[in-house]
């Protein structure tokens, strides 16, 4: 069964910083392209970012591009997302998932990012 657990989201301030992480489980992490994506309240998901199997490749949605960048640890079967320079509009539930089911119901619970002074 496929589980991905996220963690790491909190109450930030404007301009600060946060680090998501998710452990996967139940596949091949490693061969999977692995994709974090977000949903605001009264919204739909929109993708955020992706990172191709191998790592070398990612891309990300326009508006985070320069402040958001994602990695993985195959070794840990752990996916981040290192946020910096938080906004907010950028207050959301944020969740993994694999990048062929980034249009699909989040399998995990998802950590909140609250981006508010």
């Known amino acids: 069964e496929v589980q991905l657990v996220e963690s790491g989201g909190g109450l930030v301030q404007p301009g600060g910083s946060l680090r998501l992480s998710c452990v996967a489980s139940?596949?091949?992490?490693?061969?999977?392209?692995m994709s974090w994506v977000r949903q605001a309240p009264g919204k739909g998901i929109e993708w955020i970012s992706e990172i191709w199997r191998g790592g070398e490749i990612t891309s990300y949605l326009d508006s985070v591009k320069g402040r958001f960048t994602i990695s993985r640890d195959d070794a840990k079967n752990t996916l981040y997302l290192q946020m910096n320079n938080l906004k907010p509009e950028d207050t959301a539930l944020y969740y993994c998932?694999?990048?062929?089911?980034?249009?699909?119901?989040?399998r995990g619970q998802g950590t909140q990012v609250t981006v508010s002074s």
């Open positions: 998932a694999r990048h062929s089911e980034r249009n699909d119901r989040p």
């Open positions: 139940g596949f091949t992490f490693s061969d999977a392209d």
